[in-house]
Nanobody, 115 residues
Framework: VQLVESGGGLVQPGGSLRLSCVAS????????MRWFRQAPGKEREFVAA????????AYADSVKGRSTISRDNARNTMYLQMNSLKPEDTAVYYC?????????WGQGTQVTVSS
């Protein structure tokens, strides 16, 4: 199983970013996927989740209304569109796949929101 995130960077408050997670090594279209984030000195926290079909999504209150999770099963890719970014969104963002009892993580992509 391999999960590779990309799309992070430095953005000004109020800006937007789209994160991507490319998955391989398992049947991507059969599993729900999640995004997490970890800010310096804080625990990793849930950001958003999407069902295997993309028909069901869930968001943390902190990003609800500002972020959209989506997936393209033909491309084995999950996305997180983040708008109206705030300095408190600064963190490393991780892609997660829970396959049975096994938890798999990507290496993360850094998002920094600063003027």
């Amino acid at each position: 199983v391999q999960l590779v995130e990309s799309g992070g960077g430095l953005v000004q408050p109020g800006g937007s970013l789209r994160l991507s997670c490319v998955a391989s090594g398992f049947t991507f279209s059969s599993y729900g996927m999640r995004w997490f984030r970890q800010a310096p000195g804080k625990e990793r926290e849930f950001v958003a989740a999407i069902s295997w079909s993309g028909g069901s999504t869930a968001y943390a209150d902190s990003v609800k209304g500002r972020s959209t999770i989506s997936r393209d099963n033909a491309r084995n890719t999950m996305y997180l569109q983040m708008n109206s970014l705030k300095p408190e969104d600064t963190a490393v963002y991780y892609c997660n796949a829970q396959l049975g009892t096994s938890d798999h993580w990507g290496q993360g992509t850094q998002v920094t929101v600063s003027s």
